[in-house]
T-cell receptor, first 113, second 115 residues
Framework: DQQVKQNSPSLSVQEGRISILNCDYTNSMFDYFLWYKKYPAEGPTFLIS?????DKNEDGRFTVFLNKSAKHLSLHIVPSQPGDSAVYFC????????????FGRGTSLIVHP | DTGVSQDPRHKITKRGQNVTFRCDPISEHNRLYWYRQTLGQGPEFLTYFQNEAQLEKSRLLSNRFSAERPKGSFSTLEIQRTEQGDSAMYLC?????????????FGNGTRLTVT
């Protein structure tokens, strides 16, 4: 029973173009969403987050969009760089509960020079 | 910022042996989490501590697993009578108490291989 779903295991993008990573969730109690990036042999690193009271949050090249009615969020990376090649995890948590994030299975992004 | 530190980075053990991992969180963080990650999966929650109190355990955490955080600082995760299915990356993370926008900060993990 996956509450956070990342249905694309991998994504390949050309350098300079936009990367769009998608995430769906099923638990309507989730109200805070996070994206993490993971390089091989390292732990996940926090990238960007969004609260359910917003529909967009931007940080440099990274923007997260939230569509609560569709229970869908996406991470946009513009422009994509080869150093962005990593596995991206979407996570969600219920702030009225225990603050423990639930993670998706991840999407492997490859940015080609 | 020294980050979250985990030791060892790699552990190879034979089935049936006991293993213990250590995690040192970011010093001012009072919440500490253990997750497990297997190939093709995202991190799966195992347990978490607020200070020295273990507040929640996942049903994934069988009775062969035990975690401690004796003084509210570092934590240990012990697996007794290891099985091949225990092979995974064990990740530790820490965060500030219940701060709404406080993300988890992860260590680089301990990779366990049970032969």
């Amino acid at each position: 029973d996956q509450q956070v779903k990342q249905n694309s295991p991998s994504l390949s993008v050309q350098e300079g173009r936009i990367s769009i990573l998608n995430c769906d969730y099923t638990n309507s109690m989730f109200d805070y969403f996070l994206w993490y990036k993971k390089y091989p042999a390292e732990g996940p690193t926090f990238l960007i987050s969004i609260s359910s009271i917003k529909d967009k949050n931007e940080d440099g090249r990274f923007t997260v969009f939230l569509n609560k009615s569709a229970k869908h969020l996406s991470l946009h990376i513009v422009p994509s760089q080869p150093g962005d090649s990593a596995v991206y995890f979407c996570a969600a948590r219920d702030s009225g509960g225990s603050y423990i994030p639930t993670f998706g299975r991840g999407t492997s992004l490859i940015v080609h020079p | 910022d020294t980050g979250v530190s985990q030791d060892p980075r790699h552990k190879i053990t034979k089935r049936g042996q006991n293993v213990t991992f250590r995690c040192d969180p970011i010093s001012e963080h009072n919440r500490l989490y253990w997750y497990r990650q297997t190939l093709g999966q995202g991190p799966e929650f195992l347990t978490y501590f607020q200070n020295e109190a273990q507040l929640e355990k996942s049903r994934l955490l069988s009775n062969r697993f035990s975690a401690e955080r004796p003084k509210g600082s570092f934590s240990t995760l012990e697996i007794q009578r290891t099985e091949q299915g225990d092979s995974a990356m064990y990740l530790c993370a820490s965060s500030l108490e219940a701060a709404y926008n406080s993300p988890l900060h992860f260590g680089n993990g301990t990779r366990l291989t049970v032969t």
